[in-house]
């Protein structure tokens, strides 16, 4: 009948160690998550963004079918004289198939403009691994009402310059400044109301069907005792998970909310 049927978004939840564990104390966190995965049948895909350093350990210990590996950054470079980066087509080769970027911390910390984070982007892409796209508000933008301007922004920055295949390789997260790391968590109708508007923006750039196939994740004091009640948002489809993700049960927990 020329409909083509929508298929159904994936459902993530993604740890992001950021700069914790040595290498030793990572494969420890990744095999005990492995083990604990094992038998279980989660309703979600899971990852794990880990340093780059144990990149290539971690894929090699752990079931990959089961917990997908991720980068926390890449390089705005393919290679060469940039003492101290670490390339996308490197971060490939580890067998990572992820990589976050634009996480605020990077924006905040390291200058990450939005034209350095679409070159990013593209690179990741070029190298075929997939994107997990950070975006959110600080708490005076929350505080202005200027969330939806803010991750619009970022968007039109990064990634609305793709084409339809490449967008649909993106996973975006919104991840609000004010809650990251700060015990403070967006309401679950907070939540909602922006992850439905990130999705509208969507939309009107690549269409409904392109939309409702976007994954969509929540990140910022995502825990055990929240998970439940934002992943039942229809428009939240998981979460990007920093301190409760250094836990091995804590990580299972929120994989269990689904
Ligand atoms: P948090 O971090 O869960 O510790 O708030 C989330 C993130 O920054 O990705």
């Known amino acids: 009948m020329g409909i083509i049927l929508s298929k159904m978004r994936k ?35 899971v990852i794990i963004g880990t340093p780059f350093i144990h990149l290539a350990s971690v894929t090699s ?21 940039y003492t101290g980066e670490v390339s996308a087509s490197m971060i ?31 690179l990741a892409l070029k190298n075929e691994l997939k994107p997990i796209f950070c975006i959110g508000e600080s708490k005076e933008e929350r505080e202005a009402n200027k ?20 967008f649909s390789k993106v996973v975006l997260a919104y991840e609000p400044v004010w809650a990251i790391g700060t015990g403070l968590t967006a309401t679950p109708d907070q939540a909602q109301e922006i992850h439905a508007y990130i999705r509208s923006l969507i939309a009107e750039k690549y269409g409904n069907e392109v939309a ?18 934002l992943f039942a948002n229809p428009d939240v489809d998981g979460g990007l998970i920093g301190g409760a993700s250094l836990k091995a049960d804590d990580f299972k927990a929120i994989i269990d909310a689904f």
């Open 11 to 45: 459902k993530i939840v993604a740890g992001n160690w950021k700069m914790n564990k040595t290498l030793q104390e990572g494969l420890a966190l990744a095999t005990e998550l492995n083990n604990v995965l094992t038998d279980a049948s989660p309703k979600c895909e």
């Open 61 to 81: 210990a752990v079931d990959t079918s089961k917990i997908h590996v991720s980068a926390q950054n890449c390089a705005d470079k393919e290679s060469g004289a």
């Open 92 to 122: 490939k080769s580890t067998g990572a198939e992820y990589v976050i970027l634009g996480h605020s911390e990077r924006r905040a910390y390291y200058g990450e403009t939005h034209e350095i984070l679409k070159e990013k982007v593209r």
């Open 147 to 166: 969330q939806n301007e803010v991750v619009k922004a970022q968007l039109e920055g990064s990634v609305f310059n793709l084409s339809v295949e490449e």
């Open 212 to 229: 409702e196939d976007t994954t969509i994740l929540y990140g910022g004091s995502c825990k055990p005792n929240n998970a439940k009640e």
